[in-house]
């Protein structure tokens, strides 16, 4: 079989506890151990003292049968290409935030210059029959670098965060290079149908190409800019039933035994989320703070416990963020809390998937209501972990990809806090045969489509 090349913006290096690196890192690093490969991308590393791009080789590293190389970035190329054009130009575009683009000319410029030294660096690692995987919104341009070396490889490309509708993407200046750079891929993966869609009416309107195939399944096809290529949705997983063992284990842990003995008995609401402005973090706090309002009995028998560690702390609108929701956990807080009961917790760390996974399986609702969201492994996550004789209920909001799949889950607009609290109340007093039953049909869709299920879905593709 031919070796497998996965190309990501983090690699997980062996040295790497997978707990932490997440289900995605440990199906990649399954398919390239089965068949041998190479993990190539950026070390997560910046280098302080380099001024030149081209004088940064890769590091190399190796575990069985698969190699691992890694690119530091300049302090230039860091804030070009990582702060400044991936996460404050094309972050907010696919999550539909306009007016929080900062574009600017000079970031454009390094993210395409940066995907042109990975390009030049990957190229002599490269074997004639390797097939390419190249893994989300950093690296959109890389095939077409790639393809201006001479490579003829069968190059594969997965997004894994929203597509956006034409409308907004032509708001991006670039957008048309953008796109003709996406085409030099021979297979396009996407979350949802509404992304391949999303593509399809860029590519008809804006491109002048055809669209051709299935788009509802997975074998869309698409001409333009002279090249012709296939796209298609391919909703990822998790390893579904490694996900219920550690929730098994983890419900037993120390961490969860503290919890559960903090609460008292009371039900827990639990939202996990990295700190970011797409997980509608703060219209959760306030759908929170209108149900103790509106319905006062769930006031001193419900907590609602809020993980989200903090990323990208050195760009404005997180730090923003980060203040809003300290203010409006003091305001809940203060308005509502007893002597013995805090009705917010707020926590700005991390903890390992084990414990969360504990921490699932204890609470009565899982919170779930990203403004947008690519797919939202951790609404699947929440389900996987639950108890299956005394389930929670999930609470989901329809901008979420896992929507799609998990139609047992309590739907919602993120926007609406007064609905969001109505759903919350409804969670907390659901019947236990009607969690059941919801819950069954989620795990059902879990079994079917496990992240081992996307993996080989995908790559099967690409090399058909």
């Not at 039900?267 to 997980?279: A, E, H, M, Q």
């Not at 109505?422 to 919801?438: G, H, I, W």
Request: hydrophobic share 40%; net charge neutral; with cysteine.
């Amino acid at each position: 079989m031919a070796r497998l090349v996965v190309v990501s913006n983090r690699v997980a290096m062996p040295r790497e506890r997978l707990s932490r690196a997440g289900g995605l890192a440990v199906a990649l690093r399954e398919a390239l151990q089965s068949q041998g490969g190479l993990w190539f991308g950026w070390s997560g590393e910046v280098n302080e003292q380099a001024t030149a791009p081209d004088r940064l080789a890769p590091r190399h590293a190796r575990q069985g049968r698969v190699e691992y190389a890694v690119l530091d970035l300049t302090p230039e190329e860091h804030r070009q290409f990582y702060l400044e054009f991936a996460n404050a130009t094309l972050w907010p575009l696919c999550h539909y935030r306009l007016g929080l683009i900062n574009f600017n000319r000079a970031s454009w410029e390094g993210y395409l210059a940066v995907n042109a030294r990975f390009a030049e660096q990957l190229v002599p690692l490269l074997r004639p029959d390797d097939v390419i995987w190249i893994h989300d919104y950093h690296f959109i341009p890389l095939a077409a670098e790639l393809r201006r070396r001479g490579v003829q490889n069968r190059i594969g490309f997965f997004l894994h965060i929203p597509f956006p509708a034409p409308e907004v993407l032509a708001a991006l200046p670039g957008h048309e290079r953008l796109v003709r750079d996406l085409c030099a891929y021979d297979l396009i993966g996407f979350q949802t149908i509404g992304d391949v869609r999303a593509l399809s009416e860029y590519i008809l309107h804006e491109a002048g190409g055809t669209v051709s195939g299935d788009l509802d399944g997975a074998d869309g096809h698409i001409t333009a800019y002279g090249r012709s290529l296939r796209i298609g949705a391919f909703p990822i997983g998790i390893d579904t039933e490694e996900f219920v063992r550690m929730a098994v284990a983890g419900a037993g842990s120390a961490e969860t035994r503290r919890l559960t003995e903090s609460l008292v008995g009371r039900s827990l609401v639990i939202g996990v989320d990295r700190l970011d402005y797409s997980k509608g973090i703060p219209q959760r706090f306030e759908a929170f703070h209108h149900l103790l309002g509106a319905r006062p009995e769930h006031r001193g028998k419900v907590t609602f416990m809020q993980i989200a560690p903090i990323s990208r702390g050195e760009v404005a609108q997180y730090r923003k963020l980060r203040n809003e929701l300290d203010g409006l956990t003091g305001r809940i807080n203060g308005k509502f809390a007893e002597f013995d009961w805090v009705p917010v917790r707020y926590l700005n760390k991390a903890f390992s998937r084990e414990t969360l996974a504990g921490f699932y399986r204890h609470a009565r609702v899982g919170f779930v209501t990203p403004l947008r969201d690519g797919m939202n492994l951790v609404a699947k996550e929440y389900v996987a972990s639950q108890d299956p004789d005394d389930p929670g209920v999930l609470v989901l909001s329809r901008f979420a990809g896992a929507a799609r799949e998990m139609q047992g889950a309590l739907i919602v607009n993120p926007y609406d806090s007064e609905a969001l609290a109505e759903a919350l109340d409804r969670a907390l007093t659901m019947p236990r045969d009607e969690r059941r039953s919801r819950w069954e049909s989620m795990m059902a869709v879990l079994r079917a489509n496990t992240i081992t299920h996307w993996r080989e879905r995908f790559l099967s593709q690409l090399r058909a």
